[in-house]
């Protein structure tokens, strides 16, 4: 008990400290971001834009789609460019040209080496040149380079519009046509990512060579190469990891952990009858592998409009179901089935843990369920409907798409599952509150499950800190801590902390051994963790103090992963310690699955981008989906699946429940998702880097890398993953469908020493 309050106290500690940090670079990025200038003027004093339109226009690009149309910064979707580097290669093929024809009367093609090198030299000079006056406010470009950025902000006008001339690049970037219809918020959208251009371009004030974004994207035209502190502390990253680890396994071989006690020779849960509450739960579940059909069906029509633009083999589906929503219900609905599995299993353990059932407690189950279902469906057709309609920024921003990925429902729905994410963890304390109370030797896995619920809702209001007009690096900085911090935080801390519990009330563990290893996992995890956040954000006009502090931690986040081959290979003798074990075979093996998928996902492939100089030419590319979906789905997804198939086995009868289906969903999902990272996704995302090493972001998302026959040969090879994933997943419905119906009544198996089978 002693040693546990000890760990409890540095638990305190370092998240004290590590928010203190996290506030502070806030601070930073606040302070340092990169300047909006009051107006943009040329040298002969005309206005091209103002800190309105600027802001404006960052809200019209969100309402066109956002994140989920190309990308600003490197953060969005895949198969649009992204627009930031995307108009900085086109200003300064522009400018470019304007010097050539006006210096050697022809274009710049036609030019000798030595009069292309003459003006290359004088591109980097203008194109890196800070003319921003902080005084005044105001940033004045030449009259040539005035020139380039109306050349640019006319073809960007006519790809958001309608011009005709644009139908087949707006087919290559799965646009539809009018994205925009308004010419002011056309207009504005150019303010915008001019800015964000020129910010990624122009050196900060006392700064050479260092841009706002430093250096982001890699466009050699401008001088836009890796900074000496993003190799630096690239190595130094890797060094810090391996002696973590190092020290972590030294640390292990001389603390062994006490061994499992010997397992009950029946089941303890055997005779648990759920309460009203608990049966209540059920319809969660049963709503969750709806959300995983809905959520698959939109990401295999996503991954094909990257061949067709806007049509499903020649069906013109783009006109009623966009890229851009389609991408936001897959990405969206990713979150939404995961988080429903959790929650529902809290609420199901709430009441086993405690053996007591608050008043009201059903009621309030059902009315959580309700509300979460009218904010799901709520949020998703209004999206769509906005999306469909082009109905303006103010309706995306409140009601419709706000176009951030993962955080993408309308501000009117976020305020709402804020309020029902505090209604949920009202409820799990309402029924573990008499177990907290009590004295025992699981309280402190209690206590864990109960924190970290409350840290889920609280943690949600972070989607509430940006507004409409909040500068785009501090929109990126909350939002990371809502993605990074929320799902990848708190709620991984809650789902090991109930898998702990889980096991413990199953005597597969001792609640001793557990209390002490879940509050040392979440500070190893948070420890680099919460910080780690910071990894996301290296280049979205932060200052260089967020690549030091982002990649040091960010590679402490692999750490504890060394250790989870140990624990999967332990768990799976758990599931062998007894007859009765078999009956949670699935969900233990599940459990397995997240501890394979931890080190792949999480740890090689995400190591593999998140050092500052891998991310430098990776961001934004097909290797940040590879990770993406190796983690998502096979940490939290095979997590919320886990704990799905545990809870439904106490919810059903004994005598319906058959494994027959689950064999072929576990196998079938963890070899399609497998096959569908290593056979395309990864193999894109190594062809997306050569090209962005080689030639710049702008080729590596470009129509002639995205469409190449190879690129498009990679989409195609996702085809057989899918397909078996898919099969994995229409498994489990059918599993879950026979379930509801009762299956086909077959005796039990005999086991010596279990009681006879009983109805709950």
């Known amino acids: 008990m002693k040693s546990t309050r000890k760990l409890w106290t540095w638990l305190a500690i370092i998240c004290v400290l590590s928010f203190a940090v996290l506030g502070w670079v806030g601070t930073e990025i606040y302070v340092k971001a990169p300047p909006i200038p009051q107006k943009v003027v040329s040298a002969s004093g005309d206005v091209l834009y103002t800190a309105d339109q600027v802001q404006h226009g960052q809200q019209a690009w969100l309402s066109a789609g956002g994140q989920q149309l190309g990308s600003v910064w490197g953060h969005g979707s895949y198969l649009a460019p992204d627009w930031s580097a995307d108009w900085l290669h086109r200003e300064a093929l522009a400018l470019r040209d304007i010097w050539a024809q006006r210096e050697f009367g022809k274009p710049f093609a036609q030019l000798n080496a030595g009069e292309q090198g003459q003006l290359n030299g004088l591109l980097k000079v203008e194109m890196r040149r800070n003319s921003y006056n902080a005084e005044t406010g105001t940033l004045t470009l030449s009259d040539d380079r005035a020139a380039a950025v109306r050349q640019v902000a006319a073809h960007y006008n006519g790809l958001f519009g309608d011009e005709q001339s644009l139908d087949a690049l707006r087919e290559q970037y799965s646009m539809a046509s009018g994205s925009l219809r308004l010419a002011d918020d056309r207009q504005a959208l150019t303010a915008f990512i001019f800015w964000a251009s020129w910010a990624a371009a122009t050196d900060r004030p006392g700064e050479t060579d260092l841009s706002y974004t430093s250096n982001w994207p890699h466009e050699p035209l401008v001088g836009n190469t890796p900074t000496a502190g993003a190799g630096i502390w690239s190595i130094a990253s890797v060094i810090l990891m391996i002696g973590a680890i190092v020290g972590m396994l030294f640390f292990h071989s001389k603390h062994q952990e006490a061994g499992d006690p010997t397992p009950p020779k029946t089941d303890p849960l055997f005779d648990l009858k759920p309460t009203p509450s608990m049966k209540a739960t059920r319809k ?177 209001a972070t989607s509430l800190t940006w507004g409409r007009f909040t500068h785009f690096s501090m929109v990126e900085y909350w939002r990371w801590w809502l993605v990074h911090l929320w799902v990848e935080g708190f709620f991984e801390v809650f789902a090991t902390a109930v898998i702990a519990l889980l096991f413990t009330r199953l005597g597969l563990i001792r609640a001793s051994s557990a209390n002490s290893a879940i509050v040392m996992e979440t500070i190893v995890f948070l420890f680099g963790g919460i910080l780690g956040t910071l990894h996301h954000l290296y280049f979205t006009g932060t200052p260089t103090v967020v690549i030091a502090i982002g990649a040091m931690f960010s590679a402490l986040e692999v750490v504890p992963l060394a250790m989870i081959g140990t624990e999967a290979y332990r768990n799976y003798k758990r599931s062998q310690s007894a007859p009765w074990v078999q009956s949670y075979k699935w969900a233990i093996l599940c459990f397995i699955a997240v501890g394979f998928w931890n080190v792949v996902g999480a740890g090689l492939l995400g190591f593999s981008i998140n050092t500052p100089i891998a991310l430098y030419y990776m961001q934004g590319m097909n290797m940040t989906a590879a990770h993406g979906h190796a983690a998502l789905f096979g940490v939290y997804g095979m997590l919320g699946i886990g704990l799905l198939l545990f809870c439904l086995r106490g919810l059903s009868d004994r005598l319906a429940w058959s494994d027959k289906l689950l064999s072929p969903m576990f196998w079938l999902l963890n070899l399609g998702l497998a096959m569908m990272v290593f056979m395309s996704l990864v193999p894109a995302g190594i062809y997306q880097a050569w090209a962005s090493i080689t030639r710049g972001v702008w080729f590596a998302r470009s129509p002639e890398v995205v469409h190449s026959t190879l690129m498009e040969t990679f989409v195609w090879l996702r085809v057989p993953g899918d397909v078996v994933f898919s099969l994995g997943v229409l498994f489990l419905a059918l599993f879950a469908v026979k379930l509801l119906r009762g299956g086909k009544r077959v005796p039990a198996p005999l086991i010596v020493g279990a009681p006879q089978p009983y109805k709950l």
């Not at 059909?293 to 633009?309: F, K, N, P, S």
């Not at 008043?359 to 709520?378: H, T």
């Not at 303006?392 to 798409?401: E, H, K, L, M, R």
């Open 284 to 460: 969660y579940f049963y709503v969750v592998i709806a959300l995983i059909l809905a959520q698959v069906g939109m990401g295999i029509l996503t991954a094909h409009y990257a061949i067709e633009g806007n049509s499903f083999f020649g069906i013109p589906l783009g006109d009623i179901l966009p890229f851009t929503v389609s991408r936001t219900i897959h990405t969206q609905f990713a979150v939404l089935w995961i988080a429903t599995a959790w929650l529902a299993t809290g609420l199901y353990i709430a009441p086993a843990i405690s053996g007591h059932e608050p008043k009201y407690q059903k009621l309030g189950v059902n009315v959580l369920f309700y509300a979460l279902l009218f904010i799901v469906a709520g949020s998703t057709i209004t999206g769509w409907l906005g999306t469909l309609q082009n109905i303006g920024t103010d309706f995306s921003f409140w009601v419709g798409n706000q176009g951030l990925e993962f955080t993408s429902m309308g501000r009117v729905w976020q305020i709402l599952l804020f309020i029902g994410l505090l209604f949920w963890a009202t409820l799990l304390g309402r029924g573990l509150w008499p177990a907290l109370k009590k004295p025992s030797e699981s309280r402190g896995l209690i206590a864990m499950v109960f924190l970290a619920a409350v840290c889920i809702g609280g943690f949600y």
